[in-house]
C-alpha cells in the first residue's frame, strides 16, 4: 500500500530494526476493501454467528469493526465458503498467524460440512451444546440414541391408542343409537372425542418436535450423531415394534382396554 512505502524502504534491506524481521509480511493478505466484500457476501447470503459483529452502512462504505478478524471468524465457521479461498491461503502460508491457530482451538465454533465427515466439535441443536472432547460427545450420542428410542415407543404407543380410539367410538356410536338423543349422552360423547382430539393434538406435537429434532441432527453431516439417531430408530423397533401388532388386534375387536390410552 502506497502509505506503507518508508517502511518497505527500510525493512526491504539488511535492517537492524527488529520490527521488521518479526512482523513478517502475510503472504495473500486481502486489502480491506476485498475482506468487507468477503464479510458483506457471506452475511447477505447467509445468516451466520459473527455477521452482527459488523453492520454495513446502508449509504455504502466501510463497517465500524475489525473486519478482517469478523472474515477470519466466519471462514472458520464454514471454511470450504467460495469466499473464504483468500483466507485458507493466509493460514496455508502462515500457519502461526494468530487468526489461522484459533481455527483449532475449543473455543472456536464448530466448522459447518455439508457433507458426510468426523470429528467431535459439532453443534448439536443449541449453541451451548458442543462436545468439545471425547467424553462430552459420548455423552452426547447417547442422549441422541435415547431420545431416538423414546421416539419410536411414543409412535408405537400413539398408534395403538388410535386403535383403541376407533374401537371406543364404534361402541359409543351404538350406544347412543340406544340410548337415543339425550342431552346427557350427547354432551358426553361430545367431551369424550373432544378429550382424545386433545390428546391426538399433545401426541403430535410432541412426535413432530422430536422428529424434527432428530432430522436436524442428521443435517450436522457428522457421520457419529447420524448413527446415533439411526441406531435409536432400529432399536427402538426392535423393542417396540411388536407392541404395534395390539393395534390389529383392537381393530378386530379383541382388545378390551387400554389403560395407557384412558
Not at 52 to 69: E, H, N, T
Not at 162 to 175: N, P
Request: net charge neutral; proline share 3%; with cysteine.
Amino acid at each position: 500500500m502506497s502509505g506503507c512505502a518508508d517502511y518497505t524502504q527500510m525493512c526491504s534491506n539488511v535492517s537492524v530494526v527488529s520490527e521488521c524481521k518479526t512482523n513478517t509480511m502475510l503472504p495473500g493478505l486481502p486489502t480491506t476493501q476485498d475482506a468487507a466484500q468477503y464479510v458483506q457476501s457471506i452475511c447477505s447470503s447467509m445468516a451466520m454467528d459473527g455477521c452482527d459483529a459488523c453492520v454495513f452502512p446502508a449509504g455504502g462504505g466501510y463497517p465500524q469493526c475489525d473486519i478482517l478478524s469478523t472474515y477470519a471468524h466466519l471462514c472458520t465457521s464454514m471454511p470450504d465458503m467460495d469466499q473464504c479461498a483468500s483466507f485458507k491461503s493466509i493460514c496455508q502460508a502462515t500457519p502461526s498467524f494468530s487468526l489461522c491457530s484459533s481455527s483449532g482451538s475449543t473455543d472456536a465454533p464448530p466448522s459447518m460440512i455439508m457433507y458426510f465427515h468426523q470429528g467431535i466439535h459439532e453443534y448439536v441443536l443449541f449453541k451451548s451444546w458442543v462436545p468439545n472432547n471425547n467424553g462430552q460427545y459420548v455423552g452426547a450420542w447417547f442422549a441422541i440414541f435415547f431420545i431416538a428410542v423414546f421416539y419410536q415407543g411414543l409412535n408405537v404407543l400413539r398408534s395403538n391408542c388410535e386403535a383403541y380410539w376407533l374401537l371406543s367410538a364404534e361402541k359409543g356410536d351404538k350406544k347412543w343409537r340406544l340410548l337415543g338423543k339425550n342431552g346427557f349422552f350427547v354432551g358426553y360423547f361430545a367431551w369424550k372425542h373432544t378429550k382424545i382430539d386433545l390428546m391426538r393434538l399433545v401426541f403430535t406435537f410432541i412426535e413432530s418436535t422430536i422428529s424434527y429434532a432428530l432430522m436436524l441432527i442428521t443435517m450436522t453431516f457428522n457421520v457419529g450423531l447420524f448413527f446415533a439417531v439411526v441406531t435409536g430408530l432400529a432399536v427402538g423397533i426392535f423393542f417396540f415394534g411388536r407392541h404395534r401388532s395390539l393395534a390389529g388386534l383392537a381393530e378386530a375387536g379383541k382388545l378390551d382396554g387400554c389403560a395407557s390410552c384412558q
